[in-house]
């Protein structure tokens, strides 16, 4: 069919009035579209232009050759050329465009860049019909002719250009702006256009409308725009993308693997192989297919090339036959790479496990030796490895000769530090080809149980080696058994540890090993949830998991100690419970009499009890029960427990006897000796030493010797505890109704006045203070007693002194009496 044509002339050269018009439109092209079209076919010439140019200038000049959506859905393809004016020999630009309605495709279904050098187009508006300039000859348009070399030239620039191509023929680009070409022949422009149209999908390469010169591509609705050098600052500035190909070369890439894939193509002058990439499987775009066609063709890629391809092959194992199959694996086997990463060896064990069993294993061998030398000389740790009869025949033999003696020298090197993951990756590897580590084994697995607990812990979640941790022990039935043992004799010292690790990390040890240990921290999560804060129910139930008895096996009892009172003390009550479940010999084996040891100083050193007080108002169950496990440890573990501990112990023992026994002679010096020893003391655990002693010192009958001791003693702390305790309510209450204690206290009080400088006004104080109200509410009859009482215990001159400080009393009320009545008068 015979397409409308266009024609638009731009004003005369000074004609300042006059303005650009149509000089000819086809029939078929509504006169709506031509106010659309005008701005399309403007022409700005270069900056610096001369005003009457040469021929040899006017031919340097640009020519626009645009391809344009019109709002109805119709396109214009038009060639705006400059020609001279025959009036002024000045330049004026003619444009001839032809008009293409909804739907219509160009002639010979052709693109429209391939018109550009169409022979058809006109410089001067005809005077009747010429041929359409889009019906070119049969044949490649003169446009492609040379890209290859157009393509090696722009190498730099070539894998940034057709990644911002591709994204402007992306449907979803309408409205967009503009990419920007800057080189310095529009020409060159085209090319790019030639390049994008050979190398994009039809449908993208249809949808990239374009002019290849404009002095304003902020203001161009075009996909693609070229500029000349002069015009790129302004293109920047205003925010578009610009490639500045007439320029220096760029100094960074594109990740765009599809892209960088596309250049390497095109500098390898093989671009009928887009047209075979198209026809695999795939997304328009994905890297794979043209990946592997490169691949296949013998062009060189980059890791990320590679790995695609891998990766794209592995999904589709029967989309290749076997021929490319085999160019592939060459490929990605080829000895001369050395810059393969960890994303292409993944995809490339993916691909290995797509083509096991289904092609012959002199394909797939050499896929399977690269992995197992990249996990022994890379260090890939995640490394997905193939089976163990990948390796089965000469091939397999040759690699192991190859990489067996690295593999057992590295796992010899005891002064190399290595990680989980590679230790787990050597092993396996080992095993794949045949390689005897038996003698390393034990010295492997010794190391290799503590690391598993330290790097599981200095993260969260899963540990990264736990798959193919996993995979090792279901493979390897003797690393199993011994890596199982090894954690199980270390799990005594850190059994917290063991149980976290456990929790994450599943080991699979149901089998006929004993593991008492690694049973009991595998027990103590579902105990701890199901028996809650029981503390000693989990500890049965904990010990019952490990089948065995603390006293055949003693260190179940530091793993259950551990487990369930890892980061506290027992109670003094669990630590009863725990001293009683086994013979001092297993907590000695165990080291589990230093927990009971904490239990008996922490719970010395608790907060008082509701259940009852002492005579001085302090609790007496809590520190009385820490007291008497503490003779216990003390009789029990005599050689083991020393220093601050025993000290500590000894003085709970001593409050025992103070309380309860009779204790040896020395009181006071005794407790101040052993809380020296003891330091740091716990405060509580020193005021309920010093509360004993004085609630000793306070009873009717203590003995004269030990508190003439504690008086010259002149201890500050002692008698300062010693005064708080002679005024509780239980001391004035037995002042107040037994006269023969308020006798012993006025005589003790009273009985050493020079007695160093903290006891004469202490006791002073609790003459006034605590007996003096005491005496005062007694009956006369019990004054007398005391009187008494004082006389025959000491001699007539104190009962005389008595009477002389009780009748200071009364004469004292008898003028505050009289006082208050004048005050009254």
């Known amino acids: 069919m015979s397409l409308a044509q266009v024609h638009y002339t731009s004003p005369a050269p000074g004609d300042a009035e006059s303005a650009g018009r149509f000089t000819a439109v086809g029939p078929g092209v509504p006169v709506a579209l031509l106010a659309e079209v005008e701005p399309l076919v403007r022409y700005e010439l270069p900056g610096g232009s001369p005003d009457r140019p040469s021929d040899g200038e006017l031919r340097s000049l640009p020519q626009a050759f645009a391809f344009s959506a019109l709002s109805d859905g119709s396109r214009l393809v038009s060639r705006s050329a400059p020609v001279r004016d025959a009036g002024t020999g000045g330049v004026r630009v003619h444009t001839h465009a032809v008009h293409l309605p909804p739907g219509v495709p160009l002639p010979g279904d052709r693109l429209p860049v391939e018109a550009w050098r169409s022979p058809l187009w006109v410089s001067v508006t005809p005077g009747g019909a010429i041929p359409d300039p889009l019906t070119l000859p049969p044949g490649p348009a003169a446009v492609t002719e040379g890209l290859d070399d157009f393509a090696v030239s722009r190498g730099p620039w070539l894998a940034a250009v057709l990644a911002d191509l591709r994204r402007a023929g992306d449907a979803e680009a309408d409205g967009g ?70 320029g220096q070369a760029p100094a960074g890439g594109t990740d765009d693997v599809w892209a960088t894939t596309a250049a390497r193509v095109w500098r390898s002058r093989s671009p009928e192989l887009f047209r075979e990439a198209r026809e695999l499987p795939g997304e328009p775009f994905a890297a794979g297919p043209l990946a592997v066609t490169a691949l296949c063709a013998g062009i060189a890629l980059g890791p990320d090339g590679r790995a695609a391809a891998a990766g794209w092959a592995a999904d589709r194992p029967y989309a290749l036959d076997a021929k490319r199959t085999g160019q592939l694996v060459e490929a990605l086997t080829s000895p001369g790479i050395d810059d393969r990463t960890a994303p292409e060896f993944d995809a490339a064990g993916r691909l290995f496990g797509a083509l096991e069993g289904r092609c012959p294993t002199s394909l797939t061998t050499p896929l399977a030796a690269m992995l197992v030398t990249e996990a022994v000389r890379g260090g890939n740790g995640s490394l997905e490895l193939p089976r163990r009869d990948a390796f089965e025949g000469p091939e397999g033999a040759e690699v192991a000769g190859r990489l067996g003696p690295e593999i057992l020298t590295e796992l010899a090197d005891t002064a190399r530090s290595r990680s989980v993951a590679r230790t787990v990756q050597l092993l396996r590897v080992a095993r794949l080809l ?75 040890f149901t089998g006929t090993q004993a593991l008492p240990h690694l049973r009991m921290c595998a027990e103590v999560p579902e105990a701890m949830a199901t028996l809650g804060g029981d503390r000693a129910a989990v500890w049965h139930r904990v010990l019952r998991a490990a089948g065995l008895s603390p006293f055949a096996e003693p260190l179940v009892l530091r793993t259950a100690v551990g487990l369930v009172w890892e980061d506290r003390a027992p109670t003094v009550g669990e630590a009863r419970l725990l001293l009683d479940a086994a013979t001092s010999d297993a907590h000695r084996v165990a080291g589990t009499w230093a927990r009971l040891v904490d239990a008996a100083l922490s719970t010395s050193a608790a907060g008082t009890s509701a259940a009852g007080t ?99 003693g002149d201890d500050a702390e002692l008698i300062a505890a010693y ?78 002194a008595f009477r002389d400080w009780n009748r200071v009393s009364a004469l004292g009320r008898l003028g505050r009496r009289i006082a208050g009545r004048v005050r009254r008068g």
């Open 177 to 246: 702006r503009p990419v920007v070409l800057v080189e310095r022949q529009c020409a060159d422009v085209a090319r790019w256009l030639g390049l994008a149209s050979v190398t994009l999908p039809r449908q993208s390469a249809e949808r990239l409308t374009f002019t290849t010169y404009t002095r304003r591509p902020e203001r161009s609705s075009s996909r693609v725009v070229g500029v000349l050098p002069e015009d790129a600052a302004a293109a920047r500035a205003a925010g578009l993308r610009v490639h500045a190909c007439a």
């Open 614 to 712: 002492s005579a001085t108002g302090t609790s007496a169950n809590g520190t009385d029960e820490a007291a008497r496990l503490a003779h216990d440890l003390l009789r029990g573990f005599p050689g083991e427990i020393g220093g601050r501990e025993r000290a500590g112990l000894l003085l709970l023992d001593l409050v025992r006897e103070l309380r309860t026994g009779a204790p040896e002679p020395g009181w006071a010096e005794r407790v101040r000796t052993l809380c020296a020893q003891a330091e740091p003391v716990e405060p509580a655990l020193r005021e309920r030493a010093y509360a004993a002693l004085v609630e000793r010192l306070l009873a009717p009958d203590r003995p004269g010797a030990e508190l003439y001791d504690f008086v010259h």
């Open 723 to 800: 005064d708080r305790a002679a005024r509780t309510e239980t001391v004035r209450a037995r002042l107040r109704t037994q006269p023969a204690y308020a006798a012993d206290c006025f005589t003790v009080w009273t009985a050493h006045p020079h007695a160093g400088r903290a006891w004469p006004p202490v006791a002073a104080a609790l003459l006034d203070d605590v007996l003096r109200p005491a005496v005062r509410g007694m009956s006369t009859e019990a004054v007398a007693e005391v009187a008494e009482t004082v006389g025959r215990t000491g001699s007539s001159g104190r009962a005389d």
């Open 434 to 508: 045949g390689v005897d580590g038996t003698e390393l084994l034990p010295g492997v697995v010794d190391r290799l149980a503590p690391a598993l607990l330290a790097e599981a812990a200095a993260h969260e979640g899963l540990p990264g080696f736990a798959p193919s941790l996993l995979e090792l022990l279901d493979e390897q039935f003797e690393v199993r058994t011994a890596l199982l043992g090894a954690l199980d004799r270390i799990a005594p010292e850190d059994p917290g540890a063991v149980a976290r690790f456990l929790e994450r990390v599943a080991l699979p």
